[in-house]
């Protein structure tokens, strides 16, 4: 989102951003949808792989303190007992007496309807789990839950890891995948869903050092979003009151984004303390905990968790990056046009680069599409050669594609293309041989 006055973005041009280009579909469309459930399309599936491998790249890859997991989103029922989730992952329901709609009480600022203004139900606590069965027999005996959080895989795997992988502390377990909650009010795309996926990492700590951990993670986190393109303006950090705490944590910070609905929370980082590992190993008889060679000492260790959705993620990294700027007419005394263009984060474009033959001519067809097969050995690189080159430059700005290459007449000539920069719409001419390289290089350092 441009950060000057005037020119903030709005959720129904990103959203009609978004559905124009497939980038996010409303799932079940044909048949009337499914509430508040997305699909991906082409390029949202594309932008969405590349967050996640961004986290994984910079959060387990690149770090010698954390390795990976990938846990199966059925668990046993004795999970949610333990983790406290079948007793407490709940949200108060309220209900209005005339129109009957739901309502999470705590988003509410007054006791009437806020849709039709009638009175509404007491409180009931509303379990957001989702619940199915496993196997041919649907009885309690055979009941399942879909995981609300990723993180009870990585707690129920402590010590598999600890042994297999033969970690010491301080180190983390990172792991990406799908959650579901049954909320109450989902909402604003896909900020609020009741299917999603989320990139959680635990980081076991030595008691004690737990509140360092949490303050280095807090920052780490906060520099991802940054280094990722975010403006640092529109992120910020709230700490939890202590009436806001949930049942496991000692320290809550939430990194709240600004949406343009008003800020609310990406990514949630908490000092869980020993909560979850005493809890499973109270609950399963295992010994869960560790064994310090330096103190000759036997303890649970602390645990600093952070969280983030992915869809939300990819929202917040779609937001951020549109602009609409006024760029020269196309048109020699034509009025000024409006460029649309996706600033987004190089590593994260759902496209890296498009290969764009001046027009469909027959001879300037084998040398771009030679063009292209070059370039996707290493990239996710796009052909297009419909319409003008003016439109399908704007085509790809708009759905952030860092670079275009062009395939001009001259090309046939001196096998050179010119490359395009999406922010600076700076272009230079190179030979083909060099584009790989090249393109990799802007990649790292920019143009
Ligand atoms: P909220 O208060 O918004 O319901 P929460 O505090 O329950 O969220 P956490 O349990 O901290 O959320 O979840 C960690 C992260 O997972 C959130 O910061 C968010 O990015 C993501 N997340 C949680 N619930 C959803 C959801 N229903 N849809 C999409 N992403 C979600």
């Not at 619940?131 to 309690?140: I, L, P, W």
């Not at 990585?154 to 983390?172: D, E, H």
């Not at 009010?185 to 996926?197: A, D, K």
């Not at 000692?250 to 020993?274: C, H, M, Q």
């Amino acid at each position: 989102m441009s950060t000057t006055p005037g020119n903030a973005v709005t959720m129904e041009k990103i959203l009609s951003l978004c559905k124009r280009r497939g980038f996010l579909f409303q799932s079940s469309e044909i048949y009337g949808g499914l509430n508040a459930t997305w699909d991906y399309g082409p390029l949202g599936a594309e932008l969405k792989r590349n967050v996640k491998e961004a986290w994984w790249r910079s959060t387990v890859q690149s770090r010698d303190d954390v390795v990976g997991l990938d846990s199966a989103i059925l668990m046993h029922p004795n999970v949610w007992k333990a983790s406290g989730h079948l007793d407490s992952f709940s949200d108060p329901l309220v209900e209005c007496q005339s129109c009957r709609q739901r309502f999470r009480e705590d988003d509410l600022e007054s006791r009437k309807c806020p849709n039709c203004g009638g009175g509404l139900s007491e409180p009931r606590q509303f379990n957001l789990m989702f619940k199915t069965f496993m196997g041919a027999v649907e009885d309690t005996a055979s009941e399942v839950y879909l995981r609300p959080e990723t993180a009870q895989g990585i707690y129920v795997n402590f010590q598999n890891v600890v042994n297999s992988a033969r970690r010491k502390l301080p180190f983390g377990i990172g792991q990406i995948g799908k959650a579901f909650r049954n909320e109450i009010t989902p909402g604003n795309s896909i900020f609020r869903t009741r299917e999603f996926e989320q990139m959680e990492l635990e980081f076991f700590v030595k008691p004690g050092a737990d509140a360092e951990w949490l303050d280095y993670w807090v920052e780490e986190r906060m520099n991802w979003f940054v280094s990722h393109g975010v403006h640092r303006e529109n992120l910020r950090l709230r700490r939890h009151g202590q009436d806001e705490l949930a049942h496991y944590a000692k320290t809550v910070y939430d990194i709240e984004y600004r949406f343009p609905w008003g800020w609310a929370e990406l990514e949630g980082i908490a000092n869980r303390s020993d909560f979850d590992l005493r809890q499973h190993a109270g609950h399963s008889g295992r010994d869960l905990t560790y064994f310090d060679d330096e103190t000759r000492q036997r303890y649970h260790p602390y645990v600093i968790e952070t969280s983030v959705g992915v869809d939300r993620a990819a929202l917040a990294f779609l937001i951020d990056a549109y602009q609409e700027e006024a760029v020269a007419p196309s048109k020699p005394g034509g009025a000024s046009e409006t460029r649309t263009v996706l600033r987004m984060d190089r590593r994260l474009a759902p496209v890296t680069v498009a290969v764009l033959p001046l027009s469909r001519n027959q001879r300037l067809t084998p040398t771009a599409k030679e063009v292209h097969a070059l370039l996707r050995q290493r990239f996710n690189a796009l052909y297009d050669d419909a319409q003008s080159i003016g439109r399908r430059y704007r085509r790809q700005d708009e759905i952030g594609a860092p670079y275009c290459v062009t395939v001009d007449f001259d090309t046939l000539d001196d096998r050179a293309v010119t490359l395009r920069d999406r922010d600076t719409m700076l272009q230079l001419r190179l030979p083909i041989s060099r584009l790989p390289e090249v393109v990799e290089d802007k990649l790292r350092h920019g143009w």
